[in-house]
């Protein structure tokens, strides 16, 4: 439940409308859908070796300090807290409290629900990784019924389907269609994003060697079939074009078949998914910050622990005091542009570890395949690992391309954490 709440937010309910733009027949994108999947899923791969190795609290920052230097890890955790997981929590913290209100018509400021939405769900974290998980859980079977809904609506309550099957390509074969492929894969790439946090409390998993790895693989798999299902269902009934023309197809699709009954009640299931992603990100990422300040590269009071529950609090709270901020200066949709290169970048720069690790192993026992053998170890090793990293790092060139304003920001926070890590570094060493 976590691996897909980490993955599922509003973007499968949106982004279908943005692939139906770039790609335009049913084959294609659902083609782009699936291979979105098996890289989602060759990620997935990648990150249960490495959580089979690593088993600790922090993941990709633990991955990045051990494999390269203390001040890789210490940047991925720096953009981490500015700008990848508070600026995305902004940002769907926003669009929760707009479906809120237009569900409710109650006459709250907007302001006033993001403050209650966060703090809500960060008191629930701050009583234990139990209480916080069983929410989590909550919320993402909700998001599954949600769903499930729009499936069912589907398949059995549309009088006249649109074609699956025809046409397969809507113009020859070319470089042109290549560019479009490429860029149909951005938006959905992002749209399965989400499932590596799940590292971050890897050291909190009963048996992590063994669990995370299957959470892992299942989860992603469990995903890729709501995808490719939505998908399906979003052309059946409204075509390749009318899907291109809305940018809330899910509402469409339900208003449809089901009337404004059906568009009000996927309104609901949208806004609930949405919760669903903030109660994952309050649960996980904080475990990145703890994990610097037990390493003495940032405040020691951020990996302060309560005696009876054993959660970061500090950490916890920390960022959604931050996530908060971002949300009333208004800036969060400008951050979601320079947060996707940086984000995808180090989730990339992350599973080359795994390259590093082995060389290592290898460099150890010479005469054995490994001294992790019995562990997990990822299928297809080292295409499907280059695959991957290839896949990441075209996000970030196309999100560089399209906005080199935006991705010229998200460079300069970056490097501002140079300094930074300077700083807490020498401190570190002056108190050993």
């Known amino acids: 439940m976590v691996v897909m709440g980490g993955i599922v937010g509003a973007g499968i309910f949106i982004n279908p409308y943005v692939v139906a733009q770039r790609v335009h027949s049913p084959v294609l994108i659902l083609s782009v859908w699936l291979a979105g999947g098996i890289i989602a899923i060759l990620g997935a791969f990648i990150y249960a070796e ?40 902004a940002a769907v913290t926003v669009t929760f409290a707009r479906y809120f209100l237009e569900l409710t018509g109650l006459p709250i400021s907007e302001r006033w629900i993001v403050v209650l939405t966060l703090a809500i769900l960060t008191g629930i974290n701050c009583l234990g990784v139990k209480p916080g998980t069983r929410v989590q859980s909550v919320l993402m079977v909700l998001k599954i019924a949600a769903i499930a809904c729009l499936i069912g609506a589907g398949l059995f309550l549309v009088k006249q389907p649109h074609s699956l099957l025809h046409p397969i390509i809507d113009r020859p074969l070319s470089v042109d269609v290549i560019t ?32 995370l790895a ?110 908060v901020v971002l949300a009333f200066g208004g800036t969060y949709e400008q951050i979601l542009n320079y947060m996707i290169p940086n984000d995808f970048f180090f989730i990339g720069l992350s599973a080359s570890c795994l390259f590093i690790f082995r060389h290592r192993e290898r460099a150890q026992s010479p005469d054995l395949s490994g001294v992790h053998k019995a562990g997990f170890r990822v299928p ?9 990293i290839l896949a990441c790092w075209l996000v970030v060139a196309n999100t560089i391309y399209k906005y080199p304003g935006n991705s010229l920001i998200g460079v300069l926070i970056l490097l501002v954490g140079l300094p930074v890590f300077a700083f807490w570094n020498r401190r570190r060493k002056a108190k050993a």
């Open 180 to 211: 479009a492929i490429g860029a149909a894969m951005v938006p959905v790439l992002f749209s399965f994003g989400g499932w590596q946090t799940t590292n971050f409390i890897a050291a909190e998993i009963k048996d992590p060697r063994r669990n």
């Open 380 to 388: 297809g090793h080292p295409f499907t690992t280059i695959i991957f």
């Open 50 to 89: 490495l959580g089979d190795r690593m088993p600790e609290v922090g993941g990709q920052y633990v991955y990045l300090r051990k494999a390269y230097h203390p001040a890789v890890g210490f940047l991925y955790g720096w953009v981490l807290l500015l700008v990848i997981q508070t600026g995305g929590m």
């Open 214 to 323: 299957r959470a892992l693989i299942v989860g992603v798999s469990g995903v890729i079939t709501l995808y490719l299902l939505v998908n399906l269902i979003c052309i059946r009934v409204l075509g390749v074009d009318a899907l291109a023309q809305t940018k809330v197809p899910a509402s469409a699709v339900m208003r449809l078949v089901s009337g404004e009954g059906g568009a009000k009640l996927i309104a609901l299931g949208i806004a609930v998914s949405t919760v669903g992603f903030l109660s994952q990100s309050i649960l996980t990422a904080p475990r990145v910050y703890f994990a610097m300040a037990e390493d003495g590269l940032f405040f020691r009071s951020v990996a302060y622990v309560t005696q009876k529950t054993r959660v970061p609090v500090v950490a916890i709270v920390l960022q959604s005091v931050w996530a």
